[in-house]
């Protein structure tokens, strides 16, 4: 093996360079395990509100299907709080590339699809006076995630996240949607 004296500065920079892209990925990743998270989350909790509306119909709702739907609503606003805080936690991203863009966006489509549909079937059951709260709560959260993400670097993800949900019917519950200014057809 040779030695050379040019070697040593290319190392040099080579290893001062690589923490910072490492740490960069390292963000990137995060926030992409943070948001499959959620989907994950979320698809359980709205397959939990489902299974508790089958076979119910609107006549038929107890007091207790609706508290379990309400009960089931506040950890759906815990949860997606959760990801708002571990979110905001993560350092500014800056080269954050497309598709990662879009990829994360995908995610916040499918998490907002699956909680349209399901309040959509609650609103039906018990009534929107009923879950109010919960909705104002979902909304909320998920605005927050949205304008975290932006200010991490995902500069497009509301016109992205409104892009993919323009093919999504919006229903009566449309404090969710239109809460956070997502511009969806009627």
């Known amino acids: 093996m040779k030695f050379s004296l040019f070697a040593v500065p290319a190392f040099i920079a080579g290893a001062l360079a690589a923490p910072a892209i490492s740490q960069e990925k390292r963000q990137v990743g995060q926030v992409v ?22 076979g119910v119909g609107a006549a038929g709702v107890s007091a ?15 949860t997606i709080e959760g990801v708002v805080s571990a979110t905001g936690a993560i350092s500014l991203v800056d080269n954050v590339a ?7 966006a995908g995610l916040l489509s499918t998490v ?6 399901t309040l959509g079937n609650v609103e039906t059951l018990v ?17 927050g995630l949205l304008n975290i993400l932006q200010g991490l670097g995902l500069q497009n993800i509301l016109s992205t996240v409104t892009g993919l949900l323009n093919i999504l019917p919006v229903g009566q ?9 997502l511009p969806l057809k009627q």
């Open 112 to 117: 907002i699809e699956e909680l349209n549909g």
């Open 64 to 78: 207790q299907v609706t508290v379990d739907i309400q009960d089931t609503l506040d950890t759906v606003v815990s």
């Open 33 to 54: 395990s943070i948001v499959e998270g959620l989907v994950s989350d979320i698809t359980s909790l709205t397959g939990k509100i489902n299974a508790t509306t089958v």
């Open 173 to 181: 519950v449309t404090g969710l949607i239109s809460g956070l200014g």
């Open 98 to 104: 497309g598709e990662t863009e879009t990829y994360v």
């Open 127 to 143: 009534g929107l006076d009923a879950i109010t709260s919960q909705v104002t709560g979902i909304t909320s959260q998920l605005g």
